[in-house]
Structures are given as C-alpha cells and as structure tokens.
C-alpha cells in the first residue's frame, strides 16, 4: 500500500526554502560522570529508532508536484549520518554550544534522507553533555527521538532487526496517482500550488484560525524590528529562568479581590518586559503605545479530540510601552481571556500528564499555525510548553534543561519558544544572524523583567523610595 504524505506534511516540504528551513529542534542538557562514554547515548537513540519505522524512511515527490509525495523505506538508511557525536573545543562555554546549535539549526535538512538529524555533544565546560535534535515538521508526530523516560534505567528493548521493503516502482505511483486523480480532482491544484490554502483547509488538528486572524488583519503587525528577509544565518540563545519566580508573581497578582493570572500570561509577561528592556538597549524609541504582536498557539481541547492535538492561534499586542509590569500583566491577562473566552483551553496539569509527552510536538503545531498566516499579522512567533515538574533521563542521565529550537517563519526575525522542566523554566530565542547582532543581550533583559515583576511583588506600592 502506497503511504501518502498528509496535505499539510506536503504543504510543509513545498513552502520550505533554502533560508527558512521549518523543521523543529530541541537542547537537551544531561549530567554525566567523567568517565562515561557518549557512545552509550549514540546506541540508546539507535535502539530507539529500531521502535519507530518512520524515521527509517524518506520522502519520495513525483515531478510535477502533481499529489502529495509518498514515505519509502530508505534502502541505503545510515545510522551513523543521523546520530553524529560532536565535541566543542576548550574551553566549551554555552557561548560555544549556543554557536554549534545555531549552525546546525540553519542547514535544511537533506530531502533524499530520513529527515531528522540528532547530534550527540561533549566537551562541555561543566562536565555535562547536550544533545541536539532536529526533525522536520512532517516527521515530528511520529515520536519523541531521544526517548526520555522517567525510569533512570528505561531501555527500548532490542529490535527483531530491520529490512527496507522496496518502494513502489514507477508504474506503480502513476497507476496510484491515476486514480488519485479521479478520486480527489480538486487536491491536485492545491497541492500544485504550492500548498499553502491546503495547509489551511486541511490542518484542522493544527488549529482553527480563521475567525482571529480576520480581527488581526485589521490591524497590521508593530514595525521593522521583527520582519527580515533572512539570508539564512542564525544565532541562537538559552536562557534559564525560575519557575517559583514565576509562581510567585502569580500568587502575589491574585490578592486584594484581583483574579489570579495563569503562569502563561506571567511568562509572556517576563518576554515582553525582556523585549522592552532589550529594545531600549539598542536605541529604540519605545513609546509608551507601542506593541508587539505575538502570535501565541495555544493548546485547546474539543469535542471528540485529545487534548493538545489542537492548537488555537491567539494574537497578542504585547505591550513593551507600558512601564509598569503590573500593568502590562494584567493587559496581557486581558488580552488572553478575552480571546480565550471563544476556545477551550487546556490546563498547564492535564499536558504534562499526558502520554508520551513530547514538547517538540507541541512546539511544532504552534510553529505550523503561524506558518499558514500572512506575514503582517504578527511579528513573532512565542510558544510556551510547559514539561515534566519530574526527573526525566536518558540511558540513565539525568535531564538537566530542555530548551526549544523553533524555527524561524518567512519574513520573521525571531522566534522564542518556552519549556517549563523540574521547577525551571527555559527559553530558546532563535534569530536572524544579520538583522539581531546583539540577541545575546536579551538575556539579562528577560533576568531583569522578572526582577522587575519580583520587585513590584514585594513593594507593590512604591514605598522603598519614600
């Protein structure tokens, strides 16, 4: 049987280019002993292919565009390519690690192989090892790579082995794509146009956006700050915050009869007191009506779905003008409600508990949201995943951080892509190399909003300076 691409899948592959490759990564940073061999973790993920035959098979398109490509068992599969184990020289700072994943995320992935790449890295300063992954949007799905578990020793238990099955022959994919022709006319135009209106009608588990991204339309995104034609390069940035930091703004919010926020609102919070911080270091005029729209999926549960298989596309004016933190979160607590009031969302407790969590998957179905919307309706994409508040590891390492490497849309500078892990909370930021030279300083930025919002907590009306 003939295994056919989704039209979303197809749609990704198609709107793909050199410069904007949209498949999605993951840092994962583990403790390790001195003496321990990262070849072990290289066979732990190689067992862990050997469960998941989709990443043993690559995507085959007939000329022409003319249906959705199909998944072929890749006859010439080599391991030893998709799990690599790297080393950053001496001294192996995160400044180092930072660059390697920044180069590694801006290479497309080859279209004539299995389209995931996992890097195995020592060498780091602090004893640790990381581990990189990077897996197309039309793969993601299929399962988490890296295989964490929350048993210190979890093993997938060894494979019966593997043989590729031949992939269907030329005759076989024309007399395939004949009566593919009678069947479904109409899914031959979308998909030869490129498959952006399909990825729209046919991605309903992605999201529903047709309703907000007509109330956006009417007002277009802030400015030039976040809009590049990318030239291909990147810079990437890890960031580690506090999640009680966070816990106790929220807590703090709720006194004196004030509705307790939700901790995405507080995180958005921190982002945009971080970019207002960052954009007045660089010399920007920053009035006070200034904004910047966000477009923030957030995971929602209907009738007859499981829950974060659908993804709502919110528009959220984040409000860097406004000097007080207390304020910018209760306009950005508003904003949430009010948009939210239209969907179901679902509880930060009912996605961590949910079976194979993978923030890789969550992070990708907001990435696929806003990369089926124009440009202008926002200026960059923020996603907050919130993972295991439980010790997870990996042939028996113990994860220390995850942080999220999303990619970055057409026409877009920045990405930021948030993972809450074992009471921290970790941000990724990828940008375009050219037009943010100086993304590294957002991280004092995003350190100094939380100890403004700390601050305002414990000194809510302004008495230490009287």
């Known amino acids: 049987m003939i295994d056919r691409l989704s039209p979303a899948d197809s749609s990704f592959l198609y709107l793909e280019e050199a410069h904007t490759p949209t498949h999605v990564g993951q840092v994962l940073i583990f403790d ?5 061999d990262t070849h072990a973790l290289s066979m732990a993920i190689s067992a862990r292919v050997e469960r998941m035959p989709r990443y043993r098979q690559r995507v085959h398109s007939l000329p022409g565009r003319v249906v959705s490509p199909v ?3 890749d006859t010439e599969f080599d391991l030893d390519y998709h799990v690599r184990r790297s080393a950053l020289p001496a001294p192996g700072d995160r400044a180092q690690l930072q660059d390697f994943v920044a180069r590694v995320c801006a290479r497309p992935l ?3 192989r299995p389209l ?3 890097y195995v890295v020592e060498g780091l300063d602090d004893g640790r090892i990381a581990v990189i992954s990077k897996v197309h949007q039309a793969l993601i799905e299929s399962g988490d790579i890296t295989g964490l578990s929350s048993e210190a020793r979890a093993q997938d238990a060894p494979g019966a082995g593997w043989t590729p099955t031949p992939g269907p022959s030329a005759r076989e994919l024309l007399s395939d ?9 109409g899914s031959v135009v979308g998909t030869v146009r490129g498959g952006l209106a399909e990825l729209r009608a046919t991605a309903g588990r992605v999201g529903r956006v047709a309703g907000t991204v007509a109330k956006a339309a009417a007002r277009p995104a802030s400015g030039r700050t976040f809009a590049v034609e990318s030239a291909g390069a990147r810079r990437y940035l890890m960031v580690d915050g506090s999640l009680a930091d966070l816990r106790e703004v929220r807590k703090a919010m709720s006194t004196g009869g004030h509705k307790r926020p939700s901790l995405h609102a507080v995180a958005l ?4 007191g971080g970019l207002r911080i960052w954009l007045q270091s660089r010399g920007e005029h920053v009035p006070a009506q200034r904004s910047v729209r966000a477009m923030v999926p957030v995971s929602v549960a209907r009738d007859g779905t499981p829950y974060g298989s659908t993804v709502e596309a919110l528009f959220i004016d984040l409000p860097v003008g406004e000097s007080s933190p207390a304020m910018r979160l209760r306009q950005i607590q508003f904003a949430l409600d009010h948009q939210l009031a239209q969907h179901s969302g679902v509880r930060a407790a ?7 969590f993978a923030p890789p ?12 919307l124009s440009t202008r309706l926002f200026d960059l994409v923020i996603t907050n995943v919130p993972g295991p508040q439980r010790q997870m590891y990996a042939d028996g390492l113990p994860l220390v951080a995850s942080y999220p490497v999303l990619p970055l849309t057409k026409g877009h500078a920045m990405a930021i892509g948030m993972t809450s892990y074992l009471g921290a909370m970790h941000y990724g930021v990828l940008a375009d190399r050219e037009a943010i030279p100086d993304l590294d300083q957002l991280r004092a930025a995003i350190a100094e909003a939380v100890e403004e919002l700390l601050h305002w907590v414990a000194d809510p009306f302004g008495t230490e300076g009287n």
């Open 269 to 272: 919070t921190v982002v945009t």
């Open 110 to 112: 080859d279209r004539h």
């Open 177 to 185: 794509t004949a009566i593919s022709l009678v069947k479904r006319p």
């Open 71 to 73: 998944w072929v068992d």
């Open 32 to 36: 390790a002993p001195a003496d321990y």
């Open 361 to 372: 998957a969550l992070h990708s179905l907001g990435v696929r949201v806003g990369a089926s």
């Open 116 to 118: 995931w790449e996992v």
């Open 350 to 356: 009912d996605l961590m508990g949910m079976a194979g």
